[in-house]
């Protein structure tokens, strides 16, 4: 039974996919007053939320009424599954992601995170980074937020992996602020090395912005101490309620604003 489910999630996440894609593509033409791209980038953040609400396995939801953060924000996350970018997807506002370039490679989908503006890297290659961090500067420069997963991958466990530096050299060097924002309950919604999905209550929650102003980078290894202890603890005060189920008052927030 969950592998027909998993078959149907699948076909189902593939149909709203193509669907959205046909939907954003012509929106394209609002690029020329639209240079942050965000009504191409909420079109395909709104295609994750759809596809997520339609998925039978997963109920998602954001906790408690987050605030829009400032336009120079570097947004950081931990990461516990391929489902993440759908959960983090329900937050109301629009930001541009960096990501492995090969997801930039999948039909559709890459083409809609390139026409949404994100950022693709190719792992261990430093002039890819260095162009993907510069990307990045632009888009803070421009007053939109960039959404990073510190730990790189995903963990494979419970535990939150080392954090790169990047994100936080990005933050200092540009006078951004850092804003953590956790995640709990991806890990079951689809597993690392496998292609089924599991029933998950997860949720999507967002910290308190820290401030880089007077940061040098001799204290990127302090900013990422900070930025991790709240994700820490961030996430811990979701797992009762990802355990339990979603209450009322943690239902997702409806908000369509392309702003």
């Not at 990501?99 to 950022?119: E, N, R, T």
């Not at 002039?127 to 494979?156: H, N, Y």
């Not at 690392?192 to 980078?217: C, D, E, N, Q, Y």
Request: proline share 7%; with cysteine.
């Amino acid at each position: 039974m969950n592998a027909l489910l998993s078959m149907y999630a699948w076909l189902e996440t593939g149909v709203v996919a193509l669907t959205g894609f046909c939907i954003q593509a012509p929106l394209v033409v609002t690029w020329p007053f639209d240079k942050r791209k965000v009504v191409t980038g909420r079109a395909f953040r709104l295609i994750g939320v759809t596809a997520a609400r339609l998925n039978p396995f997963w109920k998602f939801g954001v906790h408690g009424k987050p605030v829009r953060p400032a336009g120079r924000t570097v947004v950081v996350s931990n990461h516990e599954s391929n489902a993440d970018p759908f959960l983090i997807s329900y937050l109301p506002w629009e930001m541009k992601w960096l990501g492995k370039a090969s997801l930039f490679k999948i039909p559709v989908v890459g083409w809609s995170m390139w026409l949404a503006g994100d950022i693709p890297v190719r792992r261990g290659e430093k002039d890819s980074a260095q162009e993907a961090m510069s990307t990045c500067a632009r888009w803070l420069d421009k007053g939109m937020p960039v959404m990073i997963f510190p730990e790189g991958t995903r963990s494979k466990t419970n535990e939150l992996l080392p954090f790169k530096d990047g994100a936080f050299r990005l933050a200092i060097e540009t006078g951004a602020d850092v804003l953590p924002v956790a995640v709990s309950g991806t890990r079951r919604a689809l597993p690392k090395h496998s292609w089924r999905f599991a029933t998950a209550r997860a949720l999507v929650t967002v910290g308190t912005p820290i401030s880089t102003k007077g940061m040098t980078l001799a204290d990127v290894e302090r900013l990422k101490n900070m930025a991790r202890e709240q994700i820490l603890s961030l996430r811990a005060s979701l797992m009762p309620h990802t355990s339990a189920g979603l209450s009322a008052s943690t239902e997702p927030e409806r908000e369509v604003s392309s702003r």
